[in-house]
């Protein structure tokens, strides 16, 4: 982690937090924590969204508060800065869950959030040539940024916003705007935010595994370890989990080399790592 990382992080979760000590609900310091990290070019989402193997950044994210477990994702988002601030926009503005491609960058246009001119130049691709080399190549770890968290009413939320992973074709979407497989939020169970290899998390179900371990009265640390361990024997997979129970205990977990991520309750100055052993 770099230290303008660190330093970012550790506001956004003094940002977060400011919303939650004025009696805000978790789901506004969800959108604003990730926002800041979208904003600022630092990670894997918003303006420093991973290219698709075509030249273009194409973002998903997603946002579920634990009340009435209303949610809601976008994929494949061009051109948007807060892609987090779209998915609560699906989640409050209609009746659906995820809008996808073109259409869901439409409809944030319509509602006029902040836009990102992307400076890449896209490019054409030769499918024979990618498909050959994509089984060759090797996977680095990707900044895809979350949140979870708890209010003063008891509510959980998450979120968690991407631009994907290395060497994606055009058209990819992972875990994160798919609800249950990177972000879920229940005020029975808890708030699990993921991070990792989309396709891995996607397979196993990880956030609502997670809370449903949690349900079944398992610690966050020991819901997580349990689920990623399960990631890691039946398929190989690589995440990170942000897990957070509705009695304010929450665990970081990561089997991945490293992940960063912090957590604050504001006494103290914030925590920020890189790994979480
Ligand atoms: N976890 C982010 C992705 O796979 O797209």
Redesign the pocket.
């Known amino acids: 982690m770099t230290p303008a990382q660190a330093t970012c992080l550790a506001d956004a979760l003094k940002a977060g937090h400011g919303i939650l000590a004025l009696g805000g609900p978790a789901l506004n310091a969800v959108e604003c924590t990730i926002g800041l990290l979208e904003q600022s070019g630092l990670f894997n989402a918003g303006r420093g969204a991973k290219r698709q193997l075509d030249g273009v950044q194409r973002m ?1 994210a997603a946002i579920m508060e634990g009340t009435h477990l209303e949610a809601g994702a976008v994929a494949s988002l061009e051109g948007i800065l807060h892609p987090i601030t779209a998915a609560r926009l699906v989640m409050e503005a209609t009746d659906h869950v995820l809008l996808v491609g073109p259409l869901a960058s439409r409809f944030t246009r319509h509602f006029k959030l902040d836009r990102h001119r992307s400076t890449g130049v896209p490019r054409r691709l030769s499918y024979d040539r990618t498909l050959a080399k994509q089984k060759r190549l090797t996977r680095d770890w990707h900044g ?1 940024v979350g949140a979870v968290a708890l209010d003063r009413f008891g509510a959980v939320a998450a979120g968690a916003s ?1 631009g ?2 290395e060497s994606m074709l055009p058209g990819r979407v ?3 705007p798919l609800i249950g497989c ?1 972000v879920y939020a229940d005020n029975r169970s808890g708030a699990v935010s ?5 396709e891995g ?1 996607i397979r196993l179900v990880i956030a609502k595994s997670i809370c449903d371990r949690l349900a079944m009265g398992k610690s966050p640390t020991v819901a997580a370890r349990q689920q990623l361990r399960m990631l890691v024997s039946r398929i190989n997979g690589s995440a990170g989990a942000l897990v957070l129970s509705p009695d304010g205990r929450f665990a970081i977990r990561h089997v991945t080399p490293y992940m960063a991520a912090g957590w604050w309750n504001g006494t103290g100055l914030p925590i920020v790592r890189g790994e979480f052993p």
Not at 194 to 198: H, K, N, S
């Open positions: 998903d895809t991407t994907g992973i992972g875990d994160t990177g993921m991070t990792g290899i989309g998390i």
